[in-house]
């Protein structure tokens, strides 16, 4: 099972960036997808999840009306657009992969996990 994130970079606050996870060796269409962040001496943090079916979607407060995840399951990839990029959203941004049960925003509950992707945003 791999799950391969890409889409990062250095950016000015104010920006945009979308970030992907593209998922190989696993079925895809039965995995909740979430989205985590760990910026540097910090713990690991919740961003966002979708559900199975794309149809439903949950977000940290942090990040709420400026991130939007998304999946295609025909492509075994989710997405994660960030808008209004802020210093604080500075952060290694990982995906993983939870293949049994609903949504969660606790890392531990997740079953597979990308390499992670450096976003850097700039004041």
């Known amino acids: 099972v791999q799950l391969q994130a890409s889409g990062g970079g250095l950016v000015q606050a104010g920006g945009s960036l979308r970030l992907s996870c593209a998922a190989s060796?696993?079925?895809?269409?039965?995995?909740?997808m979430g989205w985590f962040r760990q910026a540097p001496g910090k713990e690991r943090e919740f961003v966002a999840a979708?559900?199975?079916?794309?149809?439903?979607?949950y977000y940290a407060d942090s990040v709420k009306g400026r991130f939007t995840i998304s999946r295609d399951n025909a492509k075994k990839t989710v997405y994660l657009q960030m808008n209004s990029l802020k210093p604080e959203d500075t952060a290694v941004y990982y995906c993983?992969?939870?293949?049994?049960?609903?949504?969660?925003?606790?890392?531990?509950?997740?079953?597979?996990w990308g390499q992670g992707t450096q976003v850097t945003v700039s004041s």
């Open positions: 979708i559900s199975r079916s794309g149809g439903s979607t």
């Open positions: 060796g696993v079925s895809f269409s039965i995995a909740v």
């Open positions: 993983a992969a939870k293949m049994v049960g609903l949504y969660s925003r606790d890392e531990r509950n997740y079953d597979y």
